[in-house]
């Protein structure tokens, strides 16, 4: 087994593309939890600088609505 360094930049550089995809089971609950009328906090360890490409990213992979994001 081999261990990867962490590269922040590298991370950042991939963030700042706005590509992540959904994890299905995550968009699965996401839906469901909507469906059931509950009120949707979402939690990213991503930084406050890139909320802006979350965002987008976000909806693009299906998470439309939420009453909170946090960064």
Same mark, same amino acid.
């Given at each position: 087994? #081999? $261990?990867?360094?962490?590269?922040? *930049? ?7 593309? +706005?590509?992540?995809?959904?994890? *299905?089971? #995550?968009?699965? $609950?996401? *839906?469901?939890?909507?469906?059931? +009328? ?6 990213? +360890?991503? #930084?406050? %600088?890139? %909320? ?9 992979? +299906?998470?439309? *609505?939420?009453?909170? $994001?946090?960064?």
């Amino acid at each position: 087994m #081999s $261990l990867e360094v962490f590269d922040h *930049e590298k991370f950042n550089n991939w963030v700042e593309k +706005g590509v992540a995809p959904a994890i *299905e089971p #995550s968009l699965k $609950l996401y *839906e469901d939890v909507l469906n059931l +009328g509950f009120k949707v906090i979402l939690l990213t +360890g991503w #930084s406050e %600088r890139h %909320r802006s490409v979350t965002v987008d990213n976000l909806i693009n992979v +299906g998470f439309k *609505e939420w009453d909170q $994001l946090i960064l």
